[in-house]
């Protein structure tokens, strides 16, 4: 499939590869794909949150973020973005996570949680250039299984080499320093990419 992007004013038909599906009646999805069509063979993989509006047939404003700043730079080398989340869950408001867990047991959510992980192992190598943008726990999130989740997947990216962030003209974290920013916010530009060392 392919959807439209906006950069600089021009409107470009990018294909997109959605792995979108129903398990046990709950939306989830655990890769988005964009090939950027250009001449450059490197992948960046971008964990963020969880999904959120974007299908395989229409994107949304943090995709289009995301897709704009690799695109317009090409001093990175990327030629595919591989999206993926924390949270496979997929949920317009990240909020609506708290309710989410809190319907699921723990055995069924560590399944969800689990075949997430199995998945992005089928694409994510050492020549993968690996980006961390989750920002902050949700309002009302439990803080702790956050920091948890948040540890073991900063754990299983590190395996394959160095693992990025992105600096905003903001700076480079958020929430007190501890998180990596998320690209959804309207209040920051993506400006740069750097090495995310951050003990979380």
């Not at 609506?96 to 992980?117: G, Q």
Request: glycine share 4%; proline share 3%; aromatic share 16%.
């Amino acid at each position: 499939m392919k959807f439209p992007i906006k950069s600089k004013g021009i409107e470009l038909l990018l294909k997109v590869d959605s792995d979108e599906k129903f398990k046990n009646g709950i939306k989830i999805r655990n890769r988005y794909s964009i090939d950027l069509q250009n001449e450059y063979t490197q992948t960046a993989s971008i964990t963020c949150l969880n999904p959120s509006k974007a299908t395989k047939t229409k994107s949304d404003y943090t995709i289009n973020k995301i897709v704009n700043f690799f695109y317009e730079n090409n001093k990175y080398g990327i030629g595919r973005l591989d999206i993926y989340n924390l949270y496979p869950f997929y949920l317009t408001d990240s909020t609506d996570l708290v309710h989410m867990f809190a319907s699921l047991e723990s055995d069924y959510y560590n399944e969800f949680i689990d075949n997430n992980y199995e998945e992005m192992k089928k694409h994510i190598s050492c020549k993968t250039q690996n980006i961390v943008a989750w920002g902050g726990y949700p309002s009302g999130f439990n803080q702790l299984t956050y920091d948890e989740d948040v540890k073991r997947m900063l754990k299983f990216l590190r395996k394959f080499g160095k693992v990025y962030s992105f600096k905003t003209n903001w700076g480079c974290f958020t929430q007190k320093g501890k998180h990596p920013y998320h690209p959804s916010s309207r209040f920051n530009n993506l400006v740069d990419i750097i090495e995310y060392n951050h003990k979380e």
